[in-house]
């Protein structure tokens, strides 16, 4: 069973910063390559960051390339997501997901709860 909960989001203006958390069961991260996806309204979910098991492999998004940074605890199941300069187009749902090594798509069918993310202008 797929346990994964993320958590830090909140409501913020434009150019502040904020820190995402994603906690999980062993099983749900050792391993594993990890990444972070965001849907906002009225649009498909999309992938943002992901880092590889040791954490020496990182790649993001063009739209967020520069702004945010991600990365992980394995010792505490934990995977960030730190977002700088948050922009309202940031403004969406963000979930953490099992990623294939080298790709930008979810592996698991299931998700977690996710954290809303919202940035005013």
């Known amino acids: 069973q797929v346990q994964l909960v993320e958590s830090g989001g909140g409501l913020v203006q434009a150019g502040e910063s904020l820190r995402l958390s994603c906690t999980s069961s062993g099983r749900t991260f050792r391993g594993f390559a990890m990444g972070w996806f965001r849907q906002a309204p009225g649009k498909d979910r999309e992938f943002v960051a992901g880092?590889?098991?040791?954490?020496?492999?990182?790649n993001y998004a063009d739209s967020v390339k520069g702004r945010f940074v991600i990365s992980r605890d394995n010792p505490k199941n934990t995977m960030y997501l730190q977002m700088n300069n948050l922009k309202p187009d940031d403004t969406a749902v963000y979930y953490c997901?099992?990623?294939?090594?080298?790709?930008?798509?979810?592996?698991?069918?299931?998700w977690g709860p996710g954290t809303q993310v919202t940035v005013s202008s």
């Open positions: 880092i590889t098991w040791i954490g020496g492999n990182t």
């Open positions: 997901n099992r990623i294939p090594p080298g790709q930008r798509v979810a592996y698991w069918r299931d």
